[in-house]
């Protein structure tokens, strides 16, 4: 494996492969680096050296195999999100179990991919990563709401918007209100005030009540925070890239 370059020309998204076959490592390298805008800058081949190189390499993001060894993987998502939280992860896995799909999204990773999917799909999937959304491969069926269990709504007076559900999502995750911004492509005043009609919709007091409200009441086995607060339909409250076909929550 070469040595991750020091620097690469703005605007190019950086991307770090972990796999365990060389074959699907050498695939994913040739998908990223024939992909306008992207470069592969690493493959390491084991876990424990995964983070290591996330450091020396800063890449915007990271994608990660999720076949047999899950359990470890995940640990190892739930770990750079925590040390790396401004790094995507995006998963190509074999599962289409929804379960295994709320546990990678609970562990980090924005985007939930099978592992056939086409380079189109993958790029994509990683740009949206990037910007802070939650993306889930079309393929895998959507878990009905009668499966879940039963909880108590929550739902504000007034309905928030669809950007004001996104930026409840970055405050469940900690962002501040200038990583927001950049996650969202919005300016930091842009965010204020939608964080301020957030706080007057569900009679917060400041963001920590609102994320505490958010959680004690959110349904199990729904990783996005503002998940129901949306007073949009069906049809605007799960997006669809036209020419994709990639479901994008």
Known sequence: MSAPMASTARGVTRVLLLADAPVLRRGLVSMINETAGMQS????????RALTLVESARPDAVVVELGSGRAATLNACRDLRRRFPRVAIVALATSEDSSVVNEALAAGV???????????????????????????????????????????????????????????????????????????????????SHVKAILRKLGARDRAHAVSLVLSNRQPGCTCGAHGLSSAGPAEAELTSPDLGLAEI
């Open 110 to 192: 924005r985007g939930y991919l099978m592992i056939n999917t086409s380079p189109t799909l993958l790029g994509w999937a990683i740009l949206a990563a990037r910007a802070g959304r939650t993306v889930v491969d079309p393929q895998i069926r959507r878990v009905e709401p009668s499966t879940l269990p039963v909880a108590k709504p929550f739902t504000p007076e007034v309905p928030l918007t669809r950007r004001e559900s996104d930026v409840l999502d970055e405050l469940l995750l900690g962002q501040s209100n200038r990583q927001i911004g950049r996650n969202l492509f919005i300016s930091e005043d842009t965010v204020k």
């Open 41 to 48: 800058v690493g493959t390491p081949g084991e876990l424990r």
